[in-house]
């Protein structure tokens, strides 16, 4: 096995040295073959190389206001709108719907942040504040 990744390891670095050594020859080739005998698939390959795909584009919708988790499943039917319409794309209305799922996980979380602040308040409020500390001491007590 060792064997066999040493191998694999030195096909590798003579490769990269013949490819680094004739990257110029293999462009012109490719150029010439897309210029000159109009081969499609080496001008695909030199556009898709100079010029590669746009994604991660903006895009330009509108979206309600995501103020309650009713908001957020109107959301859905509005993009669902969006997209048969034409406005957005199936890929651009499911990269917002996912933005949109998550602002709506965040919804219970606010929420039990609100009620364990009010059983905090209604605690206080039922135990009172505290008093001074009691001035008789305790046996054992470090001091």
Not at 41 to 58: M, Q, T
Not at 89 to 94: F, R
């Amino acid at each position: 096995m060792a064997d066999y990744i040493a191998l694999t390891k030195a096909a590798r670095a003579r490769f990269d040295t013949l490819s680094a050594e004739s990257i110029e020859a293999v462009f012109q080739a490719v150029l010439s073959a897309a210029t000159q005998d109009g081969d499609m698939a080496a001008a695909k390959l030199i556009i898709d190389r100079v010029i590669p795909s746009h994604r991660g584009a903006p895009v330009s919708f509108h979206i309600r206001p995501l103020k309650t988790p009713e908001d957020c499943a109107l959301a859905y039917v509005d993009l669902l709108g969006d997209v048969g319409a034409g406005r957005l794309t199936p890929d651009e209305a499911q990269t917002i719907s996912s933005i949109v799922a998550k602002r709506a996980e965040l919804f219970p979380s606010i929420e039990l942040a609100s009620e364990i602040e009010a059983l905090k308040a209604q605690l206080a409020a039922v135990a009172g504040a505290p008093g001074p500390p009691s001035p008789i001491r305790r046996p054992f007590a470090i001091t």
